[in-house]
């Protein structure tokens, strides 16, 4: 946890890849002045870190597009979850405020108080959330701009079992989660990621967790902005809760740029 670590990272791609592989729960980083405002402990915090991180879906995403014959771009928070979760709704219409985990968390995986009573967040959305915000806004544009579409797909993992925390915890846990939006995820992407993630064991969809990441400013409007969300259930690539990765992540990474490979042309 050090200090003014850089917020999140936009890696170019092949100038006519449609394809950007977002990556918003990886990094374990916490600057310092927002430490200061988080209730546990260093070795209660990590053991949290452990539980809430997606670890190593950054090395999937690198690798995937270091394999991929059409070179996605990337888009990779730098910082944890617990100081922004960028794919939150900032307001009301987030569902996981009813568990304390909106745009800025106050509980933790196990409903533990992260935060104290009473702490605003909009600093913390002011300096973290928007730009990131804005920063994914203009890559998915930019990529319109280039290509006439953008595919946004979100790269996550989940525990093999279900945290107290999870809304939707009682559902199948298959290897890999295909979270899904009406508007934005098309059969054809939809068939693809099956496909592409067939050798890596059971896919399932919108189980435990469901949905897509798209910007605001296309939700819901664009449909050249599709979106997919690949949920990897972690027992098949690292040692759980938060150790290193083992053998199962080329193949998933492998996967991956299968699937990039087959929604870039």
């Keep these: 946890m050090t200090d003014v670590p850089p917020s999140f990272e936009f890696l170019p791609g092949d100038a006519d890849s449609p394809v950007i592989l977002h990556v918003?729960?990886?990094?374990?980083?916490?600057?310092?002045?927002?430490?200061s405002g988080i209730v546990p402990g260093d070795t209660a915090l990590e053991?949290?870190?452990?539980?809430?991180?997606?670890?190593?879906?950054?090395?999937?995403?690198?690798?995937?597009?270091?394999?991929?014959?059409?070179?996605?771009?990337?888009?990779v928070n730098r910082l944890s979850r617990?100081?922004?979760?960028?794919?939150?709704?900032?307001?009301?219409?987030?569902?996981?405020?009813?568990?304390?985990?909106?745009?800025?968390?106050?509980?933790?995986?196990?409903?533990?108080?992260?935060r104290p009573e009473g702490f605003d967040p909009e600093p913390l959305i002011e300096r973290y959330f928007r730009p990131y915000a804005r920063a994914m806004t203009e890559a998915v544009a930019d990529r319109l701009a280039a290509t006439g579409r953008a595919v946004i797909i979100d790269v996550h993992s989940y525990p093999s079992a279900p945290l107290?925390?999870?809304?939707?915890?009682?559902?199948?846990r298959p290897e890999v989660c295909l979270g899904t939006d009406s508007f934005h995820t098309p059969p054809g992407l939809l068939a693809a990621a099956r496909e592409a993630f067939a050798p890596c064991g059971e896919t399932g969809l919108d189980s435990p967790f469901a949905g897509t990441?798209?910007?605001?400013?296309?939700?819901g409007r664009r449909a050249e902005v599709s979106a997919l969300m690949v949920e990897i259930r972690r027992d098949t690539y690292m040692s759980e809760p938060g150790g290193p990765a083992g053998p199962g992540l080329p193949r998933l990474a492998s996967a991956l740029a299968t699937l990039v490979d087959a929604v870039s042309g």
Excluded: N, Q
């Design 24 to 35: 918003p729960h990886s990094a374990r980083e916490i600057p310092a002045e927002v430490r």
């Design 47 to 75: 053991r949290e870190l452990d539980h809430i991180t997606d670890s190593h879906t950054a090395s999937i995403a690198e690798a995937a597009a270091g394999a991929a014959g059409v070179a996605p771009w990337r888009f």
């Design 82 to 114: 617990l100081v922004v979760d960028p794919e939150r709704f900032p307001d009301e219409r987030e569902e996981m405020l009813a568990v304390g985990m909106g745009a800025v968390y106050t509980r933790t995986t196990h409903k533990e108080a992260l």
């Design 164 to 172: 107290p925390y999870e809304l939707h915890g009682d559902g199948p």
């Design 213 to 219: 990441y798209v910007p605001l400013e296309f939700y």
